[in-house]
């Protein structure tokens, strides 16, 4: 029905956001490419891991290099066994300097000697980055080019329409919160003395009674100017849909009639093949 097609559409679009709305705040955190970002978060998720959890990991790295820039021996030794000189981290950009980074872990034969630097220029995230480690840069580099010829990686403009998308529901989700906590801010203090009234009832001091019925009356005299809005608020809301209804029927049908002679010409082209498939069944 069109009530499911919609809700599928709206979640789907839901769950769409999120994901890029993820790829464009932690790629920003991270100092990396949208596309970037995605292409090492493949990777990493067939490795066990997610780039998600190498903020920490990736800040340290980043604290190395500057230490390096700034003439620390021990990290330009570091970073020298990996085969990034001092040219490359003056250069380089930091997602260049992470790939290579990577690159040059999977180059090291000393598997002990691997993990110990591993846990100087990651931390503690460098540990789950040994599966990586194991695997080729040559592996890790059809991995990237499989997650673009897969399609898995989005647009730039993808990303950042997701993230606007995303923002713009939690402005939503929270303008109907604010409405109705004001609402229900106004009448806390009239719930208060129906609650307060309560208890003395139950204690046996029947002037709760009348503390009650005040606050009973309250409540309705605040939801009954409380309607007024409502009802105002409902009734833009059904003229603007009003007058969007005849464009949005009219766009509907006309999408409906462009389609369905590429469906029909899709099932046409399908018929040989179809037939050939079941001629070889009989």
Known sequence: ?????????????????????EIDKTSQKLGLSKQAYQEWDYVMHLAGTEMS???TGLKTLTNKLDDAKNGSEDAVAMFDKLGISMEDINSMSREELFAKTIAGFQ???DSTERAALANDLFGKSGQNLTPLFNQSAEATQELIKEAHEYGMIMSDDAVSASAAFQDSLTKMENTIAGVKNSMIGDLLPSLTMVTDGLAKVFKGDMSGADMMAEGIKSIIEG?????????????????AMAQMLPELLTTLVTAIVDVIPQIADGLIGMLPILIDA???LM
């Not at 029905?1 to 709305?21: I, P, R």
């Not at 939801?223 to 003229?239: F, G, H, K, Q, V």
């Open 107 to 109: 180059g090291m034969a």
């Open 53 to 55: 959890s190498m903020t």
């Open 1 to 21: 029905t069109t009530v499911s097609a919609s809700k599928t559409l709206v979640e789907s679009a839901k769950a769409v956001s999120e994901y890029g709305d």
């Open 223 to 239: 939801l009954t100017n409380a309607i007024p809005a409502i009802i105002s608020t409902m009734t833009t809301i059904i003229t």
């Open 278 to 280: 079941f001629g070889k």
